[in-house]
C-alpha cells in the first residue's frame, strides 16, 4: 500500500509533547509521536512539521503582559519545542533540520523556502519554529502559511479531539462530529477549530486540512495512508 501523500504538514500543539504531565516535555509521549513519524518517513514522505509552545508558555492567554512581549517568549517556547522534537526524531532515525522564523543561528538554520524544499528533496524532515516569526499570528496560522508555501499535499492538524465537531465534545455529550467541512463552514459556524486567519488562508489557497486525534500517535501514519480517520476540511 502506497502513501496517499507525499508532502505534509504536520501541525502538532505544544500540549502534545507535555503528555499527561500538560506542561513540560513527556519523553515517552513524544517517542511515541516520532514513532508514527518515522514510519511515514520510511515509506518516503516528505515531512514538514510546525509545533506550538503551550506546554512552556501560556502568557498571552492570562492577560498579564504586552501582547508583543508575550508573542516573543512564544516564540522561544515553540523553539524548545523543535529543538526537543528534533533530537527525539533524530535517536527514532530520522534526518532532521530545524529552520526558524527569527534568526538564532546558533541554534537553527534560519527559515528559507528553497532550503527547506532541498532538505525534502534530500531526505530530510524540518521543523519550522517560532511561528511567523511575527506576534498575533498564532501557530496554527504558521502551519497554514508553511504548508502553503511548501507546496504540500495537505496539512494534518494533530490535536486532542478526534475531528471536528459542532461544540466542544468534552464538554456537550452530544456534540456531532463532521466527516467534512468546508473553511467557509468553519468560518461562518466559528468552530474553533483554528483560528479564522489560519482558516482563511487554507481556503484561499485550496489547502487541504485533516483533523485528528494524536493521543492515538499512529494516527499520523494512519493518515498518510489514506485511512479514514478524523475530519477532512477542504474548499474544492
Not at 505544544?14 to 503528555?19: H, I, P, S, Y
Amino acid at each position: 500500500m502506497n502513501p496517499k501523500y507525499k508532502r505534509i504538514l504536520l501541525k502538532l500543539s505544544g500540549e502534545a509533547l507535555a503528555g499527561n504531565n500538560k506542561t513540560g516535555f513527556d519523553f515517552d509521549t513524544i517517542g511515541e509521536i516520532c514513532k508514527s513519524i518515522k514510519k511515514c518517513y520510511d515509506e518516503g514522505v516528505q515531512i514538514g512539521i510546525v509545533v506550538g509552545g503551550g506546554n512552556l508558555w501560556r502568557g498571552r492567554s492570562s492577560g498579564a503582559m504586552d501582547r508583543t512581549r508575550a508573542d516573543h517568549i512564544g516564540m522561544l517556547a515553540t523553539t524548545m519545542n523543535a529543538l526537543a522534537l528534533a533530537d527525539a526524531l533524530e535517536a527514532a532515525g530520522v534526518e532532521v533540520r530545524v529552520q526558524t522564523a527569527v534568526t538564532m543561528q546558533q541554534f537553527a538554520e534560519p527559515y528559507i523556502r528553497n532550503k527547506a524544499l532541498n532538505h525534502f528533496k534530500k531526505g530530510r524532515a524540518v521543523i519550522f519554529g517560532c511561528g511567523t516569526g511575527n506576534p498575533f499570528f498564532s501557530t496554527d496560522t504558521a502551519a497554514a502559511l508553511r504548508a502553503v508555501e511548501i507546496e504540500a499535499d495537505i496539512m494534518f492538524k494533530a490535536t486532542l479531539v478526534d475531528g471536528v465537531y459542532d461544540k466542544d465534545p468534552h464538554k456537550y455529550p452530544d456534540a456531532v462530529k463532521y466527516e467534512k467541512l468546508t473553511f467557509s463552514e468553519v468560518l461562518s459556524g466559528e468552530l474553533g477549530v483554528m483560528d479564522s486567519t489560519a482558516a482563511t488562508m487554507c481556503r484561499d489557497n485550496k489547502m487541504d486540512m485533516l483533523v485528528f486525534d494524536l493521543s492515538r500517535p499512529d494516527n499520523i501514519y494512519d493518515a498518510v495512508m489514506g485511512k479514514n480517520i478524523g475530519t477532512v476540511v477542504s474548499e474544492k
